[in-house]
């Protein structure tokens, strides 16, 4: 008879071979996926839901696809940044380990962990705050979307064109330094 394998916290991490900032990793990027998924499946049920509110003869069509488009691009934009750009990340880290023999340095999976996620997050929450304010604002009554624009979170052009450079920066910044230091795990050891 088989015994079952031991109860302690060795039996779940990586492999020896692989250093321990590449199990934190793991463990943080297929967690963040495992929630963004969900959260981008429940943002396209709401968007569904919200959007029926916006009722289809009520506006001309021009003006009820722009009052919807920008929260209907959430759910995609969501899965592919917060869940398949990690894990096919994550799954290049171990490939490149495997092809070249060389880790990639803690700072690295940092770069990853505490760099472009966080970003992304601040990314998705912005687009989903201006689909609803966009979707709610048609909604109430405004149809002029210059007149929405402007009152997104209340902030000058100047602070919300800042705000969204900040995030989408911080986000394809950090993700380039990561790929740099995957490209230099890459060459062969000496």
Not at 35 to 47: E, P, W
């Amino acid at each position: 008879m088989d015994t079952p394998p031991p109860n302690d916290s060795s039996a779940r991490q990586v492999p020896p071979e692989y250093p321990p900032h590449y199990a934190a990793l793991t463990r943080v990027v297929l967690k963040y996926s495992t929630v963004m998924t969900v959260i981008a499946l429940l943002t396209g049920v709401a968007y569904q839901e919200s959007a029926k509110k916006l009722a289809l003869g009520s506006l001309n069509p021009g003006l009820r696809i722009e009052a919807t488009l920008r929260l209907a691009l959430v759910h995609g934009h969501m899965m592919v940044t917060g869940v398949l750009v990690p894990i096919a990340m994550l799954g290049a880290l171990f490939m490149a380990r495997t092809v070249s023999g060389r880790n990639v340095k803690p700072l690295t999976t940092k770069l990853l962990s505490r760099g472009y996620l966080p970003f992304v997050t601040g990314t998705i929450v912005l687009m989903l705050l201006k689909g609803y304010h966009f979707l709610l604002a048609v909604r109430g009554g405004e149809h002029d979307l210059a007149i929405v624009d402007a009152g997104f979170l209340g902030m000058s052009p100047m602070v919300r064109h800042a705000l969204y450079g900040f995030v989408h920066t911080g986000m394809a910044a950090t993700l380039c330094l990561f790929l740099f230091g995957l490209w230099r795990a890459l060459r062969p050891k000496a």
